[in-house]
């Protein structure tokens, strides 16, 4: 499809296409307070103005779970693959997603503004301990066809799997905290950023932002630094600390499940 039919079949589903990027950002939204509460004062402060940079999404890479199974909901509606990326240490791998082109709402923010590019990342199963393989096969087997869903999953906040338990739990965040937050929450999303440089007050400043988020009780993330500068010194980001929320677990055991926020 060339960029000018992409585009102009993207403009008459627009409507139904940022449904469901609402619908996916009210599940994480609700599930992340912290989040919320930031991304509400933000925008109290800012003249209701927040765009997104990108939301990011976690996914199983095996038995067809993996980055395509929700990649295909975004190239459906214009979206364009950009580069792999690779996480040796944590065995996964990633591609981002730029959005078709569009004129800009007026006045839109959130995800009623320009729309955000999507990171995808896949946990390399076939590269961890076979006892976590076991579990991740298991679920995914389970749930059988239910990667063809990805995206209502998604915005549904619901698993394609059974629940899993505490102990199966256990034992993946023993050995990848990634594994652990995907079992429990699936398609989900795990994270959105906000593009400091569209804000229009002196919160365009990232350190400004940071220090406003702090005055307001709000934690950061200091692991390596509040702020955080790629090597090649063109991205500055910072996070906020994970939320926990409770998780009704297969076995009835009411255990925490963190939820990453940035």
Not at 211 to 230: A, C, D, H, T, Y
């Amino acid at each position: 499809m060339d960029d000018g039919l992409r585009e102009s079949s993207f403009q008459g589903a627009e409507s139904f296409f940022r449904s469901v990027l609402a619908s996916m950002e009210t599940v994480y939204l609700n599930r992340n307070p912290t989040a919320k509460a930031i991304l509400e004062l933000v925008r109290s402060f800012d003249d209701d103005q927040i765009c997104y940079d990108h939301i990011a999404f976690r996914t199983f890479g095996v038995n067809g779970y993996g980055i395509d199974s929700l990649a295909k909901f975004f190239l459906d509606f214009g979206y364009t693959t950009r580069e792999e990326l690779r996480f040796p240490a944590k065995k996964l791998k990633a591609l981002w997603f730029s959005p078709p082109s569009i004129p800009l709402p007026d006045g839109g923010s959130g995800i009623n503004g320009p729309l955000p590019r999507v990171f995808i990342s896949e946990l390399l199963v076939d590269q961890m301990s076979p006892q976590v393989q076991e579990i991740v096969r298991k679920y995914t087997e389970i749930s059988g066809s239910g990667y063809k869903h990805a995206a209502l999953a998604s915005a549904l906040g619901s698993l394609t799997w059974e629940k899993p338990s505490y102990s199966e739990f256990q034992q993946l965040a023993r050995e990848s905290e990634y594994a652990a937050w995907t079992l429990v929450n699936g398609y989900a999303v795990n994270h959105v950023t906000i593009s400091t440089h569209r804000l229009k007050s002196n919160l365009r400043n990232i350190k400004n932002l940071n220090q406003f988020i702090e005055e307001n009780g709000f934690r950061l993330n200091s692991e390596g630094g509040v702020l955080k500068v790629s090597p090649d010194g063109l991205l500055l980001q910072s996070s906020t600390v994970a939320d926990s929320i409770s998780f009704d677990f297969s076995d009835r055991y009411h255990g925490i499940s963190p939820l990453f926020i940035h």
